[in-house]
Every structure is written in structure tokens, then in C-alpha cells.
């Protein structure tokens, strides 16, 4: 689930970087995107040029989608989740945090070694800060990749409530891991997503397979 990579860092500039966080939450992305979301290159955004996280940005050598310093206080955790778009992980500060996979059960701790991390985020799993200092991180979505649809057919998939509790939770839970897959195999493309609603093309012999994972309070038009 998480790999290491052969791109790293000086991981003497963390310091720094702990020193130099930009103000605004504990979310904050770094670039911006030049096209499509989910599949166009994603530029550094001008305020971070010449700064210490340029140089972090940089020592990930790929075209990239979105950037973002993520920051998870002590004692927090997050929802059990998948994603559709894999992603890289730069561990810059962390005290007995993990990334932890809940399909096999297995913890992977964070440690501010200067190592890039690639992530296959189809798994369910969850990231936890039991530890007294936060972690930080520099966190980069991978770009979908753009397939060719023998027999495409746009789709959307969504609540059939805009008041379905907790859609989120059960699009990424059900859906999400299908997606990444989907993906990767070539079935889907041109990935869109606002709110609780996603858009795509798809296979038209895949229909059958992607309702299948669609959990109860969603439909597929």
C-alpha cells in the first residue's frame, strides 16, 4: 500500500519548512491546476515560488496533480476512506503516526526520513496522530490516466437524496475503490466529481459490475 520511492530530499530543510506553514487550515494545496482536475498538470502556485517548499515540490520529479501540505493534530484520525487517484507522500514532521491499511491490518508508521512514498489508495484505509506533536505532510494526487473508451457511455452517479446521510462516507467506501481500479484497467475516463455527484465515460459492458458497488441510496443514470 505504501512503497517507497527512489525520489528524495534533504530532510535537513523540514525544520524550515515546520517554520514557514502557510496560514489557513489544515488542508492547503500549493499549486493550481491548469486544465481538468483530475488529469491536466498542475502548476506551483506563485506565492511558493523560492521558497522552501519549492524545493520540496521539485524533489518529486513527475508530472503532478494536486499538492497540498496536510497537517493531522495530535489525536485526530480520519474516516475510513479510498480514493480514486493514487497518490505521493513526503512525511516532513510525525510522532507515532501511521498510515493504517484495514484490509490487510497492518499499520505503516511516518517517519520524516526524506523518502517520497507511493500510495495505492484503492485499499480502504485511514491515517491516525497518536502521538504529541502533529504530523505534517506534503501530499500529491497522481493524475488519472486518460484511456480510450471502445464503447463509452457518460454516466453520473449519485444520492438519490441530496439529504443522505453521510453520502460522502459511503461514496468512498463503496464506490471509490471500484473507481481507482476502473481506472488503471482502462475502463473509465474522464473523471468528474462536485459534491456527492460523479461523471464519467465508461465501458458499456462495465455497467453491470460498477452497480454492483453502488451502495444503497445512490442510482446511476
Same mark, same amino acid.
Given at each position: 500500500?505504501?512503497?517507497?520511492? #527512489?525520489?528524495?530530499?534533504?530532510?535537513? $530543510?523540514?525544520?524550515? /519548512?515546520?517554520?514557514?506553514?502557510?496560514?489557513?487550515?489544515?488542508?492547503?494545496?500549493? #499549486?493550481?491546476? =491548469?486544465?481538468?482536475?483530475?488529469?491536466?498538470?498542475?502548476?506551483?502556485?506563485?506565492?511558493?515560488?523560492?521558497?522552501?517548499?519549492? =524545493?520540496? &515540490?521539485?524533489?518529486?520529479?513527475?508530472?503532478?496533480?494536486?499538492?497540498?501540505?496536510?497537517?493531522?493534530?495530535?489525536?485526530?484520525?480520519?474516516?475510513?476512506?479510498?480514493?480514486?487517484?493514487?497518490?505521493?507522500?513526503?512525511?516532513?514532521?510525525?510522532?507515532?503516526?501511521?498510515?493504517?491499511?484495514?484490509?490487510?491490518?497492518?499499520?505503516?508508521?511516518?517517519?520524516?526520513?526524506?523518502?517520497?512514498? #507511493?500510495?495505492? /489508495?484503492?485499499?480502504?484505509? =485511514?491515517?491516525?496522530?497518536?502521538?504529541?506533536?502533529?504530523? $505534517?505532510?506534503?501530499?500529491?494526487?497522481?493524475?488519472?490516466?486518460? *484511456?480510450?473508451?471502445?464503447?463509452?457511455?457518460?454516466?453520473?452517479?449519485?444520492? *438519490?437524496?441530496?439529504?443522505?446521510?453521510?453520502?460522502?462516507?459511503?461514496?468512498?467506501? &463503496? $464506490?471509490?475503490?471500484?473507481? *481507482?481500479? /476502473?481506472?488503471?484497467?482502462?475502463?473509465? =475516463?474522464?473523471?468528474?466529481?462536485?459534491?456527492? %455527484?460523479?461523471?464519467?465515460?465508461?465501458?458499456?459492458?462495465? $455497467?453491470?459490475?460498477?452497480? #454492483?458497488?453502488?451502495?444503497?441510496?445512490?442510482?446511476? %443514470?
Amino acid at each position: 500500500m505504501l512503497i517507497p520511492t #527512489n525520489y528524495t530530499v534533504d530532510s535537513t $530543510i523540514f525544520q524550515e /519548512a515546520c517554520s514557514s506553514l502557510p496560514e489557513g487550515g489544515m488542508k492547503t494545496a500549493i #499549486n493550481q491546476p =491548469t486544465g481538468k482536475f483530475f488529469y491536466d498538470p498542475w502548476v506551483l502556485k506563485d506565492e511558493y515560488k523560492g521558497t522552501v517548499w519549492e =524545493t520540496l &515540490y521539485n524533489s518529486l520529479p513527475v508530472t503532478k496533480g494536486e499538492a497540498r501540505i496536510i497537517i493531522l493534530d495530535p489525536g485526530q484520525a480520519y474516516q475510513c476512506h479510498a480514493d480514486i487517484d493514487d497518490r505521493y507522500h513526503l512525511n516532513i514532521l510525525s510522532d507515532e503516526s501511521f498510515l493504517i491499511d484495514l484490509i490487510q491490518e497492518q499499520m505503516h508508521r511516518f517517519e520524516p526520513d526524506g523518502i517520497w512514498y #507511493n500510495m495505492d /489508495a484503492s485499499y480502504h484505509h =485511514t491515517a491516525a496522530n497518536f502521538g504529541k506533536t502533529s504530523r $505534517i505532510q506534503l501530499v500529491v494526487r497522481q493524475l488519472l490516466r486518460t *484511456n480510450k473508451i471502445t464503447n463509452p457511455i457518460k454516466v453520473t452517479v449519485k444520492p *438519490n437524496s441530496p439529504k443522505l446521510y453521510h453520502a460522502r462516507y459511503l461514496f468512498d467506501y &463503496y $464506490i471509490s475503490p471500484w473507481l *481507482n481500479s /476502473a481506472n488503471k484497467n482502462g475502463f473509465i =475516463t474522464d473523471f468528474e466529481f462536485l459534491g456527492y %455527484e460523479a461523471t464519467f465515460i465508461i465501458e458499456q459492458d462495465q $455497467i453491470e459490475t460498477l452497480k #454492483n458497488y453502488l451502495p444503497e441510496g445512490f442510482v446511476l %443514470e
